[in-house]
């Protein structure tokens, strides 16, 4: 009969399943929020998973662990495996600390490299709360994202969230007042989304961890979602689909990459090809929008 500690280290496990089949019913069906806490245990418990398989493998003798491991699974799950598994617990919280400050030191160096002006909100819009702001930075880079920084200072714990929309000058002199209109919205639509909050570390958390395969299709998958929702979000506060679909369109056939601080791929959603192709897919789903016929009194204004 099996130990109840035996049985015990099966626990994350029969979690990180079901939150997994949770993950992909919501994927499709839930709001943001719900997606991506869903994503975020999700990824927790993998990386639980696989720092605890990677201590047990060194553990055991490299490469040849690993074998032995393949062919006999359940030696993870074995009472004498407990202290084992509390290392991996260590290590997959300093994985996600790190991918934490690292998030936040990404995003303070943005406005200290990048010199953003402050710009005042698009008149059009419902005004955010006072924790959010928008901001221009020069660049020649067609490019606008946000982000989320802790800030210490009021709130129930002593910290507040400052939401942060950026947009560079060489996008802005491109659109008119309409597409910049569009291009906030859009933004706007990831922040309250929790996209600058959750969806940002996880691509942080990507980018640290390339060799993860799972993890990169994850991050991947997930960012494509949003930028679809974030596109109805916009077109729904503005009533202006065409005004983005121009917007990513300048963007998009603005020419070769520049050169600069950021990845040119925030706003497109994804870089080169991929990039391109995946904002022809949105143009189009906004054109259609357009033409259902749901935004034709605001189309003209």
């Known amino acids: 009969m099996a130990s109840p500690l035996f ?15 949770g993950l992909l019913y919501a994927f499709r069906r839930s709001a943001p929020p ?15 998973l696989a720092t605890t398989t990677l201590v047990w493998v060194l553990t055991h003798g490299g490469w040849a662990a690993v074998v032995g491991l ?6 993870l799950f074995a009472p004498a495996a407990a202290p084992l598994w509390v290392e991996g617990a260590v290590g997959a919280f300093l994985v996600f600390a790190l991918a934490f400050v690292l998030n936040q030191l990404v995003g303070r160096g943005f406005l200290h490299l990048l010199h953003p002006v402050d710009r005042p909100w698009p008149e059009r819009l419902t005004p955010p709360s006072d924790q959010t702001s928008f901001h221009v930075f020069p660049s020649e880079r067609p ?4 982000f989320t920084l802790l800030e210490f200072g009021g709130g129930k714990f002593g910290f507040h969230r400052h939401e942060v929309i950026l947009m560079s000058d060489g996008l802005e002199s491109r659109l008119s007042a309409a597409e910049v209109e569009a291009v906030v919205a859009h933004e706007l639509g990831h922040i309250r989304g929790l996209d600058s909050r959750y969806l940002t570390f996880l691509r942080t ?11 990169a299709y994850l991050a991947y998958s997930l960012t494509r979602r949003e930028e679809f929702r974030a596109d109805d979000e916009a077109a729904r ?6 005004a983005l679909a121009r917007a990513l369109y300048k963007a998009m056939a603005s020419g070769p990459e520049f050169n600069g601080p950021i990845p040119g791929d925030a706003f497109l959603g994804g870089s080169g090809d991929r990039g391109r192709r995946e904002a022809v897919e949105r143009i189009e789903r ?9 935004f034709a009194e605001h189309e003209g204004a």
């Not at 245990?41 to 993998?46: K, N, Q």
């Not at 393949?70 to 030696?75: D, G, I, K, N, S």
């Not at 958390?205 to 993890?215: A, F, H, K, Q, V």
């Open 143 to 146: 490019e606008a994202f946000s």
């Open 70 to 75: 393949f062919r006999h699974p359940l030696a």
């Open 237 to 242: 506060m503005t009533g202006r689909p065409l």
């Open 34 to 48: 719900v997606v991506l806490r869903l994503a975020a245990t999700f990824l927790a418990l993998w990386a639980l």
């Open 286 to 294: 906004l054109v259609a929008m357009s033409e259902s016929g749901r």
């Open 205 to 215: 958390l990507s980018r640290m961890m390339r060799w993860d395969p799972l993890l």
């Open 7 to 21: 049985v015990a280290l099966y626990v994350p496990v029969a979690v990180w399943v079901a939150t997994g089949v």
